[in-house]
């Protein structure tokens, strides 16, 4: 196994080898499914790389090579690996040799842009709704697009039944029943409930943009790997 030298958490390491999250390593750990070098691991504990580590049963092989995959979710599909009650789930449509999962979710009803990576710590920082990242989304609604409607995303609008307020929107016009909304939040469904606040139903909702990631050229069901510029860029807007 190669060393990494530099001695990091064991939960940390887990994540690198693209197994899961740390915080789901920390439960592997807790539960007493984590050994390094014949010892049951310890929450905190630190390792280098150079010793040899099993989780369930099953030796490390050492740190994945990160991988970020920009995939065109199609409407129908469930943000989830395994769901018996699921109709599609990502992993019947991409087939990566290495085990990715999503870095925020889309809803079944939606479609467009979705992270998917292998890269534990880069899916904790993407699920963190503080760190206020940016998506960019095209959606379509059964009623005429108005100034006032626009005005209350820009301003932000009180949602009942999550009891918050949402923060300050971006938008645009781009049809009669069409607009370009930039939101930093990721309340569920936060789109839908602020069209509903607005007694308006969303018709279609697309994610064209995640942070400096566009959907572009890509067509539905359609995945790419990012390149080490992107990918770069996209760790420095979530520091």
Partial sequence: MSNMNEAVRINKYIASCGICSRRDA??????????????????GQKVDGSESITVNGKVLNGPDKKVV????????ITC?????HAEAVINDIVKYPVRV???GRLDKESEGLLLLTNDGDLIDKMMRGANAHEKEYVVRIDKKVSDE?????????????????????KVEKISEYTFKVII??????????????????VTSLKRIRVVNVLLDELKSGQFRELNEAEIMSLREALQ
């Fill in 26 to 43: 920390d439960k592997l750990i807790d539960e007493g499914k984590v050994y390094i070098n014949g010892q049951r691991a310890t929450s």
């Fill in 69 to 76: 995959l920009a995939f065109y979710k199609p409407v129908g």
């Fill in 80 to 84: 989830t690996e395994r769901d018996p």
């Fill in 101 to 103: 999962t999503y870095a």
């Fill in 149 to 169: 409607m626009l005005a209350r995303f820009e301003k932000g609008i009180y949602l009942k039944d999550l009891d918050v307020t949402t923060r300050p929107a």
């Fill in 184 to 201: 930093s939040q990721g309340l569920n469904r936060q789109i839908r409930r602020m069209c509903q606040a607005c007694n308006c139903k």
